[in-house]
């Protein structure tokens, strides 16, 4: 019944996750939002170090200081990204994936299909 489920939700995720339950599809819109001040630091921050970097001049050629700039600001927003539940206080869009993949399982057993 489990591997039955796992075809089934691996063909279905998308369409599943768009009708779940109201509060599990309102919370996973509302964690990729920027509405709370940290979602804006968060977004702020790799720009920042970008700027602090490019103008530190660490590397005296340009370009190679430019695309170093770049992978800094890539390595700072995903930081940004782990750190953002302990800042911003929302779950990350994977846990609340996995729950909606528990709801339907649940559903599943009860009724036998979906």
């Known amino acids: 019944m489990e591997k039955e489920f796992e075809a089934f939700w691996q063909t279905n995720k998308k369409r599943l996750?768009?009708?779940?339950?109201?509060?599990?599809?309102?919370?996973?819109?509302?964690?990729?939002?920027?509405?709370?001040?940290?979602?804006?630091?968060?977004?702020?921050?790799?720009?920042?170090?970008?700027?602090?970097?490019?103008?530190?001049?660490?590397?005296?050629?340009?370009?190679?200081?430019?695309?170093?700039?770049?992978?800094?600001?890539?390595?700072?927003?995903?930081?940004?990204?782990?750190i953002k539940p302990y800042v911003t206080g929302k779950r990350r869009v994977g846990d609340i994936d996995a729950d909606i993949k528990t709801y339907y399982y649940e559903k599943f057993k009860r009724e036998g299909k979906l």
């Open 17 to 82: 996750i768009e009708q779940a339950p109201q509060d599990l599809a309102e919370e996973r819109r509302n964690t990729t939002r920027l509405n709370t001040a940290g979602d804006w630091l968060l977004m702020i921050f790799p720009f920042a170090a970008m700027v602090v970097f490019l103008d530190r001049q660490f590397i005296r050629h340009e370009l190679l200081n430019f695309i170093v700039s770049i992978a800094v600001g890539v390595a700072f927003m995903g930081i940004g990204e782990m």
